[in-house]
């Protein structure tokens, strides 16, 4: 049977076997093993966790989807507005804005402008990249309700936040809207910035629109 005390860890028995110059690192290694040991443990701990909470999240989006999906199956509209207003408190912010469009979408075809101009005003809160999506309708549900002044304040609003490629049906919306609104200076700046900005396909109907708008201003301003 060895003796005990002739035993050797295993750093020892490696000391022991190499050349000399490695004993300096090797004592370090030996000194910090602790510390070693509890850095590659934390890091092994760490990739658990990660790997845990990707599929954890992958499993939710997943479970979401499904649900989603059956949602949009429901045929009774007042059970699918009942199950997506219910799906938007717990639903990834990914699916969110799916789901108030949705909603955006029932509401308009029911005439329920109110309803739809709040939904469209969740949307634009929710999900940045449908924002311009989400102001024009905002601005059309109002129309619609006969509130030029609101629909206008919505557009005015946001027209530092519109892409180029809406700002065509921004600056449309904004001129009918401010007409609506009896703010013909107001349109007349809209219709400006649409032949300036958009190059707009149909410049005899805006010079038109400019030309009435400017007597317009005149006769109001007599």
């Known amino acids: 049977m060895a003796d005990p005390g002739k035993k050797k860890g295993f750093l020892d028995r490696i000391m022991s076997e190499a050349d000399e110059s490695a004993h300096p690192l090797l004592h370090k290694i030996q000194e910090h093993q602790n510390t070693i040991i509890l850095v590659i443990v934390t890091v092994l701990v760490l990739a658990a966790v990660y790997s845990g ?14 649900e989603m999906n059956r949602i949009l199956a429901i045929d ?20 969110q804005g799916g789901a108030l469009l949705e ?42 309700m006969n509130e030029s002044g609101r629909s206008l304040e919505v557009l ?3 027209e530092e936040e519109i892409p180029r490629e809406f700002r ?29 900005e ?3 396909t149909d410049p005899g109907f805006i010079r038109y629109k400019m030309d009435s708008l400017r007597q317009m201003i005149e006769e109001k301003g007599s």
């Open 103 to 144: 909603l955006t979408r029932i509401y308009m075809d029911k005439g329920r402008y109110e309803k739809a101009a709040d939904a469209f005003n969740r949307l634009g809160e929710k999900d940045k990249a449908l924002r311009p999506v989400a102001v024009l309708g905002q601005a059309k549900a109002l129309e619609l």
């Open 168 to 196: 065509n049906q921004y600056y449309t919306k904004l001129a009918y809207v401010a007409e609506q609104a009896g703010n013909y200076s107001r349109a007349l700046e809209a219709y400006e910035r649409l032949k300036q």
């Open 53 to 66: 909470y990707t599929f954890f999240q992958e499993r939710t989006k997943q479970q979401a989807l499904d």
């Open 198 to 200: 958009t190059h707009a």
């Open 156 to 158: 005015e609003k946001a």
């Open 76 to 95: 009774d509209t007042e059970d699918r507005v009942s199950a997506l207003e219910t799906f938007l408190d717990t639903a990834p912010k990914a699916m």
